[in-house]
């Protein structure tokens, strides 16, 4: 059975989302989604995609540049999990954007969310946005699927 049908986001996330992606164009962007102890708000926080700076030290490691790339800042990212988790709060979603592309799951954004084969955050849901010259065409979302032992698109909705 698939774990999540729906993604229920905040409307001032889905706004802060779409800044994030337009702001970071043409290069990708990422961050994170955690819903506050009592699940009444959404909080979003905007990590440092570190995909250059990656590329620039090895770049036959990480041929990718952050154009058509991500790599969250590991610290940066436990930094913040720690920080949410002892107020009681919830990680409710990674979410990229894809400049210049459609809004769909690839293969390697199946690596970040599952470096072992299963997701290293199984219940989170992954947001995907599809952003052309600075407009947001389509955002997506994706759930683990343990039926299909992949990511699926499921609904997002406004809250």
């Avoid at 894809?98 to 470096?115: G, L, N, R």
């Avoid at 992954?126 to 699926?152: C, G």
Wanted: proline share 5%; aromatic share 10%; hydrophobic share 40%.
């Amino acid at each position: 059975m698939d774990n999540r049908k729906a993604l229920d986001l905040s409307q001032n996330a889905l706004e802060e989302v779409q800044r994030h992606a337009r702001e970071s164009f043409p290069e990708e962007c990422c961050g994170v989604v955690f819903s506050d102890a009592k699940g009444a708000s959404d909080r979003v926080y905007r990590l440092k995609n570190i995909q250059n700076k990656l590329h620039q030290l090895d770049p036959l490691t990480y041929p990718r540049t952050a154009a058509i790339a991500y790599a969250m800042d590991p610290q940066e990212l436990d930094a913040i999990i720690q920080e949410e988790q002892a107020m009681g709060a919830t990680l409710k979603a990674f979410y990229h954007s894809h400049p210049d592309h459609e809004a769909y799951f690839s293969d390697e954004d199946k690596v970040f969310a599952c470096p072992f084969g299963e997701p290293t955050f199984p219940g989170t849901a992954q947001i995907v946005i599809s952003i052309y010259d600075r407009v947001v065409k389509r955002i997506a979302a994706f759930a683990w699927s343990i039926e299909r032992k992949n990511f699926i698109e499921i609904a997002l909705t406004k809250t």
